[in-house]
Structures are given as structure tokens and as C-alpha cells.
């Protein structure tokens, strides 16, 4: 079965291309399609109806472009509306959710750390798995501003600092041996983390599970593509210029509304 069409990938902004990065290391040849919706940045903070409608607004968008397969690389936009999603549109949704399984299930302290936007923690979907790990004690809590940040381009500001020691802090005094970041903005502020937490203390991310269940989902549904190579495709309908440099200006960014 092969299928040439794109696969497309959405966040409300610039850091699900941490989820993209994986998805192309692992499937080189497929079109990829990657929406930022950085003028409604940050998804975090709004109603679940608003990040099922904005989702919505991001589907219609890359439908038009014939995707294949849609990878939803946002914790909010998952945890609120992947349900509403699969409901609506007759397309394959791949979602991502932090990875907490893997860290109780490897916890020597049972006690883990997740931080995450306040609309991943509030979400129904979050509390229903987080209620599996009963054994261990989840220290939850809320990257306030941090993906403003990102989205304004202050990665290594003094106050990205200030704000990351005072959420962590309490997780290293709380003992937690593994810290998930439950938002795919996350993952581009790993060295800032690293430089706070003691060296024992694991740091993991969904971007590669994301990615091998991208590649399960065309074998067993969808088909690969027979294209030797295609270059990737990014929309942005904000900022373009914080996007190109995450991307090392690697790639060519169109601003557009959507
Ligand atoms: N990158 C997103 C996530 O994984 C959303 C961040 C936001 O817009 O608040 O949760």
C-alpha cells in the first residue's frame, strides 16, 4: 500500500516541531506538513472549547492540503480534543500525551515530576491515566509563561531560568528520580533543565514514542510513501522569524493566515 499524500502535524505554535524532528528523523521520506498556530499561543490557558475549535480551525486547514494522517504534537490540544477529533473528521489522529507510564513504571523513588500547561493537567483525559499510577506520587505542575517565552524567542532569558528553578525546585525536594515534560514545547529548554536538576534525575519527552506510532499507523493503515525524498513544509500565522531560527533556518517558513 503506498500513499504519497503529506502527513500533517499541528501545535498552537513553534514546539511541536520537537514531535516534527522525530517524526522526519524516523520517516525521512514522507511529506510533512507543519502547522504553527502561534497567534492563538498559548493553547494552555483557554476552554476546552476553544482548543477543540481552534484544532478544528488546524484540521480543516491541513485537510485541504490532502493529509493522510494527522499528528496532533500538543499535550492540550490532545488531552482536550483528540476525542472530538476522531469523532468529527474520518482521518487517522496520532495525539500526544505526557509520558508518565514510562516514568512510574521505572520510578526507584516512586515519586515522579510532571510539568505541563494548566489545560493538559485539568483535562479529563490527563486525570483518567494519571489515576493508573496509584503506587506513585505525581508531583504536578504548571509551566506558567514558559511557552510565551518560547514563542517570543527568550529560550535563555534570565527569567526562563527564574521561572524553571522555582517549578523544580520543589521536585527535587519532593525526591522525584524522573521529570516528564508533558508539553512539546518543553524539549528545546532540556539544557536550561539540566543545569537545575541533579544528574540522577531522568528528563523524558514523547517525541520518538510519537514517531514509531506515526510509522505503525501508515504500515498498518495508511501506506508509505514511495518518494525518495521531499522537503518539508511549514506555516506559521505569527512571528515567522522564531520558527525559522528553532528550525536553524534549515527550512523555508511561510507566514499565512489560518
Ligand atoms: N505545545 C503545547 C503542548 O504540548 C501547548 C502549549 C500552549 O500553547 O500552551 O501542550
Known amino acids: 500500500m503506498t500513499n504519497n499524500n503529506p502527513i500533517g502535524v499541528f501545535d498552537s505554535g513553534i514546539g511541536g516541531t520537537s514531535i516534527w524532528k522525530a517524526i522526519h528523523n524516523l520517516l525521512p521520506n514522507e511529506k510533512t506538513i507543519y502547522l504553527a498556530d502561534s497567534k492563538n499561543a498559548p493553547y494552555g490557558q483557554r476552554t476546552k472549547e476553544e ?10 486547514f491541513l485537510l485541504e492540503m490532502n ?19 476522531r469523532a468529527d473528521y474520518d482521518i487517522p489522529f496520532i495525539g500526544i500525551e505526557p509520558a508518565i507510564k514510562p516514568a512510574a513504571n521505572n520510578s526507584k523513588t516512586q515519586v515522579i515530576g510532571i510539568l505541563a500547561t494548566k489545560g493538559t493537567l485539568n483535562s479529563e483525559l490527563f486525570n483518567k491515566t494519571a489515576e493508573m499510577f496509584q503506587n506513585t506520587k505525581i508531583i504536578e505542575q504548571v509551566g506558567y509563561g514558559l511557552v510565551q517565552l518560547i514563542e517570543d524567542g527568550n529560550l535563555n532569558s534570565p527569567e526562563m531560568t527564574q521561572l524553571l528553578e522555582s517549578y523544580l525546585q520543589p521536585m527535587i525536594d519532593a525526591n522525584i528520580d524522573y521529570l516528564v515534560l508533558g508539553c512539546s514545547h518543553y524539549p528545546y529548554l532540556i539544557p536550561q533543565i539540566k543545569k537545575i536538576l541533579p544528574k540522577h534525575i531522568h528528563i523524558i519527552d514523547s517525541g520518538e514514542a510519537v514517531a514509531r506510532q506515526t510509522q505503525n499507523i501508515l504500515r498498518e493503515k495508511v501506506g508509505f510513501t514511495d518518494l525518495e525524498k521531499s522537503d518539508p513544509v511549514f506555516y506559521v500565522n505569527s512571528n515567522p522569524e522564531v520558527l525559522k531560527s528553532i528550525l536553524d533556518y534549515k527550512y523555508p517558513v511561510t507566514e499565512k493566515d489560518f
Open 51 to 60: 482548543i477543540v475549535a481552534l484544532s478544528k480551525k488546524n484540521v480543516d
Open 67 to 85: 493529509c493522510k494522517l494527522i499528528v496532533v504534537a500538543c499535550n492540550t490540544a490532545t488531552t482536550n480534543a483528540i476525542l472530538e477529533l
